[in-house]
């Protein structure tokens, strides 16, 4: 008799345990799952915390380098730039900015042998490429399209004015004799996207693919290049490092 009730006891005791080890696992995976959903909540948090500061920047200022592909006359090949690009913006809103910028664009005409002689003479070969150079000035507006944590996109489009130098390094040739545009200050208009990627809510890398629209014309005096030219389109690609600061209020 007294065999059996220890029996008994030994097999309620293993239940016992048995069921307070299934309870303890089952809090510990409560416990488990709870924490889970507060650290993806604090995540989703953070990241909601980040693209707010991110993107209520009242001011954007950048600059870098890029490339620039440019005709320089009616009849010439296309020849590469080397460029410079300063910009800054004021943010209405995260969304939309009004932008001013500053560029510049390096390069060799590729004039071959084209050229007359500046006294009127028959054309003779120049044995150089001569150097000109572009520098638009432009405003216009930027809009966000895509604000996320670490990628942001931006549309832009501005318009302006675009000073020209074409044969000041032609050694005594003018831009008439070369068949480059006339040296002078034409209209001049953008379209881009900006592609930041954020290192820092204040601090981004941006690529910038971009088109410009420019409107030289060959010098009245030259009647040898034709036609006169109309509209240039100019594509290239900026790069560079853009730095934010100031809050939307």
Known sequence: ???FRSSVKCVAGVLLAGFMASGAVAV????THRTRRESSANRKARIARTIAETYSHRWEVGGGGGYL???PGSILQKNNEVTFWMTGT???NPKLGIIGDVRGAYGNAKIG???SSPDGGPPVFLPFNPQISEYPFMGGVAYRVYAKEKIAVSVTGEGGAVLGKFDGGAKGFQSKDLGVWQSTTKPAFSLGANFDYNLFPNLAFRITPT???TFFRLDPEDTTHGPAGTIQNNFGVNVGFVYRFGKIK
């Open 1 to 3: 008799m007294f065999g």
């Open 28 to 31: 510990q995976a409560q416990v």
């Open 69 to 71: 592909r440019f005709k």
């Open 90 to 92: 004021y943010f209405l």
């Open 113 to 115: 042998n084209n050229t």
């Open 211 to 213: 088109y410009v629209g």
